[in-house]
Nanobody, 124 residues
């Protein structure tokens, strides 16, 4: 499975960004796509996830109400819309795909395939 993330950039606090991740290859056995982020001061943390069916979504408390994740119909393409961005959202954002069907989907160990990351910088 190969993952290509895009959409990062520099935005002012209060602004919005849409990140996208395209999956290709042998995705048939995988269950969901998730987004994680990592900044120099923190360990990698979960942001959001969606099943390929689009039926189930998960969000970290830190982005709940400010983020939306969804799959493009019929495509192996997932978008993560983030609004009301804060400086603390600054990080490298990674998309990942996993076959685990756990209830939470928030552990990085549940994801076998990772994209290269895209930088999001929020200025104050």
């Amino acid at each position: 499975v190969q993952l290509q993330a895009s959409g990062g950039g520099l935005v002012r606090a209060g602004g919005s960004l849409r990140l996208s991740c395209t999956a290709s290859g042998s995705t048939r056995s995988t269950y969901r796509l998730g987004w994680f982020r990592q900044s120099p001061e923190k360990e990698r943390e979960f942001v959001a996830a969606v099943t390929w069916s689009g039926r189930f979504t998960w969000y970290a408390d830190s982005v709940k109400g400010r983020a939306a994740i969804w799959r493009d119909n019929g495509q192996m393409l997932v978008h993560l819309q983030m609004n009301s961005l804060k400086p603390e959202d600054t990080a490298v954002y990674y998309c990942a795909v996993g076959s685990s069907r756990s209830e939470s989907g928030s552990s990085e160990y549940e994801y076998e395939y990772w994209g290269q990351g895209t930088q999001v910088t929020v200025s104050s």
